[in-house]
């Protein structure tokens, strides 16, 4: 009991700390760029300073013509390259891609405005220096938060080491540190609400946390939908879970979930003129490339899974050896249905490598589930022997070491940016198979050959 008590008092303090060690990591890696995330700040300052989700009165850098449909162009971006983010609906100009991030960010993003910064200047002219600052604020402490999320996470079934090392290895071992932490992609706040919801899965499971809600889970859920339209996936499998085993609050969970989904339709009537916004369905997919696409974003050697996050690899190793003594198996399952069902989504994407990204961006989604099933991977194996062999710590920790240092290179080198204009990705997506000249290698290969 007297050590229980110390675990707590040490993990206590270890959360602060590792929350202001990531988000100062995060904040002072140097590569960031926009993207998708251009004008989601702008929209939130629109909304605080004109009550309205209509841009009508700032001044872009390119016109904004009314398109048919408000679905951002397939690369390669032929026109509008700085504002495609953008459309007019009805003579109003939107903001095109889910304004969940833009709602939700309303909090920091009216803190940033009181301490004078912002996303346009007086005379209303766009500010993307403005914008990129909040955002990487923003997505700094996001992604600080979550990595605390996953240590406490972690908790519930692990000692203060073990918990520590899965924090900090997804924090700085995925693309939490080389995508979510840069700017205010979709990806950031998913992966954060998607953290908050596999903590109180699993905390419903294990009895080590007050009972989860089932309004709040259901909140969290609609919300992951609301920021990107793959958060479908996660209310799809959890509902079934939800229904199968926690029927007793199941009526509440569906209730919630209905009346945010109503407040989500009331929404883009009102900025869209549609019930349901174009992005959200827009069904670009095909399954006649999939036996290509799929290994390309597992396997390939500049946008695959395992070989951006190598430490994957033992996560799977644990959960394929250690599957006969796994707690809370269908909570494994859950996490597993959740990252099977968005990969093969991926891999049906006309766009499946994901644009000017770093490795696989579009995979993302599924970090809090991985983060999950690496928990319950390390507890099944502590439970079938109560230690890991040296062999297995010296390769956990090589691996992890190694998808450190992969995405810590996204982060602070120009060369993997610029490894996708080089030879645009967008038009050749076939390069990432090209292994003479990997992204995670780019910069490193051209200082070895000079």
Known sequence: MIRDLADRLTAHRIGPWLFAVTSVV???????????????????????????????????????????????????????????????????????????????????????NALGVHCYSQDGRYLPLGEGFMQRVLAALLMAGFTVVVFNTALQMLEVGPSLIVAVGTAFGSQVWSTASRVMWSHTWLIFLGGLAAYYLLGRETGGTKRAHPIALATLLSWMYFVRPTGAIPIICVTIYTFLFCRSGFIYYALTGLAWFTGFVVYSWFTFGKLIPDYYLDSRISINSIATTLPAILISPSRGLFIFVPALIFVFYLLIRCWATMPYPRLAILSLSIVTIETVLVALWPVWWGGFSFGPRLLSDVIPWLALLAILGCAARLRSSHKFSRAEIATALSLLALSIAINGWGTISIAPAMWNVEVDIDRHPERVWNWSNPQFMAGLLWKRKN
């Open 26 to 112: 995060f904040m002072l890696s140097p590569i960031w760029e926009l993207s998708d995330a251009r004008y989601s700040m702008l929209l939130s300052e629109s909304i605080i300073r004109n009550h309205s989700v209509y841009m009508n009165g700032y001044q872009f850098p390119e016109p904004i013509r009314e398109a048919e449909r408000c679905v951002p162009p397939s690369p390669p971006l032929q026109s509008g390259f700085l504002t495609y983010q953008l459309d007019r609906v009805g003579g109003n100009v939107v903001y095109c891609y889910p304004n969940g991030t833009s709602i939700l960010s309303i909090p920091l993003v009216g803190l940033m």
